[in-house]
């Protein structure tokens, strides 16, 4: 190690929860040797690499792509969803954040409809759900067209598209003091609602997804606007607007 | 799956219910505030208007109904909204924080279901005391163009001679001034009325609004404790 980089060490507070019966409890650990320009998925790594040497049962967390665009990584951290750092994944976090010696404290994405399978890992296949109840479109939508064969104007395909950026890691229900799927659901209905695909099943998708949303057991929205800032890909609460109005479209077209 | 069918008491449906009558109460704010400025005016002012609402009759009676639904349902979804929340975290977490702007969380908007509820009783005071008299004065009268009319006027200025009335509703107004810097934008998100350029606007707006609806209202029973 040169001087040039000097690594930090941190103190962790860590949810450990064995299985979803169990309750949990915060754990308090050590971590030295951390590279402040690795990731904090990175660090979690490290940890658990100290664990298992120790003997000990290594701290489940979820992750994959680790470069932003699959939405399977994602833990509070110090009380805020992917970290202090707006519009940034859990994986794209870097330690660098975080002053030397700092202690930082680690819990799952908390809501009921997201219940915790084990320690910092939870079940959000509720959002799989909902997009079954309406997250398709029904015409065959075949492979990717030419260029300029379908009517779909520049704006329009980037309004859809910064709907569709959505990684449906449920930052935007962690980071919700009601712990409501609005962004999430918002944002599918409108990306499917821009594009001339998806309106054959307009009005069915606004009413069947707010449906399976509350049988979910979804909080309702405040509009404290929180998921926004917490969304890793800064979709909009516009999303959450066009859902009333779909939503509201849909009672006089059912 | 059974066909989906549009929900008053869905999650959005509330939302929207909620939204269209707090538009509709902020609407009726806004006339209570300018009606009453007549109050700076004098007597004579402030009862021919009472008096010019009365004559209204019937009308009044179905707005007075129509209002008091509205207060009801903006409450009933509000307390519904509130209720389902409360259901959907049963374990929190040990630290949580806000991720700052854009968040539009504030002290104001994590306290709509208190100021809220306060603003409820307050309502069923404020009509029971003036409306209907019941700390006296409804039988005051005065002349008003050789006519006998009703002297409310007499009622607010001897009840806001009491200083611990002038406590109690410049209180609420400033709960109310709180309690309507969410609801303004708020209220115009919840029915889908707002996109990225008109947020911060509504935003801002609320802010003024709020500010505007609360000193026009608690200055009254200052003026009058002070002045009349």
């Keep these: 190690m040169t001087d040039a980089k000097k690594t930090r060490s941190y103190k962790l507070r860590i949810w450990r929860q064995p299985d979803a019966a169990s309750t949990g409890r915060l754990v308090d650990y050590e971590v030295a040797d951390v590279d402040p320009d690795s990731s904090f998925l990175e660090m979690l790594d490290h940890l658990n690499e100290t664990l298992v040497k120790k003997g000990e049962e290594p701290v489940a967390f979820e992750s994959d792509c680790r470069e932003g665009i699959c939405g399977a990584c994602g833990v509070c951290i110090d009380g805020r969803p992917h970290g202090p750092v707006t519009h940034l994944t859990t994986c794209g976090l870097r330690m660098r954040e975080f002053g030397d010696g700092v202690t930082i404290t680690v819990e799952p994405f908390r809501a009921n409809a997201f219940p915790v399978v084990k320690d910092l890992i939870v079940d959000r296949s509720s959002f799989d759900r909902v997009i079954e109840r309406g997250g398709y479109v029904s015409v065959n939508a075949g492979s990717a067209p030419d260029a300029n064969a379908l009517p779909i104007s520049t704006d329009m395909a980037e309004d859809a598209m910064d709907s569709a950026a959505c990684i449906g890691c449920g930052a935007c229900v962690a980071s919700c003091p009601n712990a409501s799927a609005s962004l999430f659901v918002g944002a599918k209905i409108r990306q499917m609602k821009i594009l001339p695909q998806g309106d054959v099943e307009r009005t069915r998708r606004a009413l069947a997804m707010v449906e399976q949303m509350d049988a979910e057991g979804f909080g309702d929205c405040s509009n404290h606007g929180e998921c926004e800032a917490a969304c890793p890909k800064a979709i909009s609460i516009e999303n959450i607007a066009t859902l009333r109005r779909e939503y509201l479209r849909a009672a006089f077209r059912s | ?228």
Excluded: C
């Excluded at chain 2, 509330?14 to 209570?32: N, Q, S, Y």
């Excluded at chain 2, 006296?136 to 008003?144: Q, V």
């Design chain 2, 1 to 228: 799956m059974s066909t989906p069918r549009f929900q008053l008491w869905s999650s959005v449906g509330k939302k929207l219910l909620t939204g269209i009558t707090g538009l509709a109460l902020m609407g009726f704010i806004v006339t209570h505030l300018v009606g009453n400025l007549n109050l700076f005016v004098g007597s004579e002012a402030f009862n021919g208007y009472t008096e010019a609402l009365h004559q209204l009759g019937g009308l009044l009676v179905v707005a007075e109904l129509g209002l008091a639904g509205l207060f009801l349902l903006h409450a009933v979804s509000a307390i519904l909204v509130w209720r389902d929340n409360s259901g959907a975290r049963s374990v929190q977490n040990t630290v949580v924080a806000s991720k700052g702007s854009p968040s539009k969380q504030t002290v104001f908007s994590q306290s709509m279901i208190v100021t809220g509820s306060v603003l409820l009783v307050f309502v069923v005071l404020h009509v029971a005391q003036f409306r209907f008299g019941i700390f006296g004065g409804l039988d005051y009268t005065t002349t008003l163009d050789g006519k006998e009319v009703r002297d409310l006027y007499r009622l607010v200025v001897e009840t806001f001679k009491n200083p611990a009335w002038v406590v109690v509703y410049v209180g609420v107004m400033v709960l109310l001034g709180g309690h309507l810097r969410h609801g303004f934008w708020s209220a115009f998100q919840s029915v889908g009325l707002l996109d990225p350029m008109l947020r911060p606007l509504a935003y801002s707006a609320g802010a003024v609004f709020a500010v505007a609806i609360a000193v026009g209202f608690l200055v009254m029973p200052i003026y009058l404790f002070l002045f009349a």
